[in-house]
């Protein structure tokens, strides 16, 4: 008696933690399928970054002027930095052939749901969508945006880079390993095919959280 009590005891609560992960999950997980259709297939003669706020509002003020020097301050470690134009109202840069547009999506205050769906990160990387929160600590705000765009130009987790696992901080350096500035080469020749950021390095087994070694 007391071991089909147990098993079903043990059934029950197996199913209720399968129904909470079921019903939890990642809220975003569809806008970000959905959006990681909308990336390039070959990366673009420029680059055309949308900045909106998060209800996609238009940034004026000295808000804008303080995203604008956090963004092209973290494009700047980017050598194709060049070929890449941020637009902060819709009527300033007019879409020429050969330019593919992208979001940055900029959070003033804490917001941006993180893959799990149980709390918030500074920043989400959501197919041609990047979300980034500007964190009051101007140099911390720029790495977070040079960590997204990373990811956005393709780059996967790797310690001791600006790519550090976002759950291991001790691992961050301001830097690009050899590996990584070939994979953002590909940004410096138009035309070549973009590759699926997030998974490139992931699916190959080279990612190195490296935590705590
Ligand atoms: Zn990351």
Redesign the pocket.
Known sequence: MIVVLAVSLALLLTSAALLLFYYHGDPWRRLCLEMDGKLPARTPERLVIDVVGESIERFGGITRVVIEDVLRSALSVYSFSNRVVSRFESNETEVQAGDHVMEVRVYLREGILSEDGWGFVP?R?CGNIVFVQLLDDRATARFVFI??LG?YFGL??ERGTY?G??LCPETHGERFSERQIEILGRWDHPGTEYEKHWFLMKEDGRENFGCGT
């Open positions: 920043g990387m960590h997204e990811h996967y987790h790519m696992h976002p």
